[in-house]
Nanobody, 124 residues
Framework: QVQLVESGGGLVQAGGSLRLSCAASGRTFSNYAMGWFRQAPGKEREFVAAINRSGGSTYNFDSVKGRFTISRDNAKNTVYLQMNSLKPEDTAVYYC?????????????????WGQGTQVTVSS
């Protein structure tokens, strides 16, 4: 069992930045590929970014390329999502997820564990 706790969400103006964190506990963090997803009201949960177990490979959704960066610190059992140049359409609840022995995936069903989410609101 892995417990995931997101933090760092909040209200920001368009063009601003936020850094989300996801702290993991319970199992060996480096055994898990990690992903970030988001869900806006009335919409399906969508992929944002993923990172493999070592942190050497990352994958971003097209709409966030060049603006969002995923990273991880295996010594701190934490994955991050740095979000720059935020837009109102980035408003959503952001979730981190863990995929045991994975390589990093855009598919929700790949992930074994999910956090409770953190709200990000971008005002225009």
């Amino acid at each position: 069992q892995v417990q995931l706790v997101e933090s760092g969400g909040g209200l920001v103006q368009a063009g601003g930045s936020l850094r989300l964190s996801c702290a993991a506990s319970g199992r060996t963090f480096s055994n898990y590929a990690m992903g970030w997803f988001r869900q806006a009201p009335g919409k399906e949960r969508e992929f944002v970014a993923a990172i493999n177990r070592s942190g050497g490979s990352t994958y971003n959704f097209d709409s966030v390329k060049g603006r969002f960066t995923i990273s991880r610190d295996n010594a701190k059992n934490t994955v991050y999502l740095q979000m720059n140049s935020l837009k109102p359409e980035d408003t959503a609840v952001y979730y981190c997820a863990a995929d045991l022995y994975g390589a990093g995936s855009r598919f929700r069903d790949t992930y074994d564990y999910w956090g409770q989410g953190t709200q990000v609101t971008v005002s225009s």
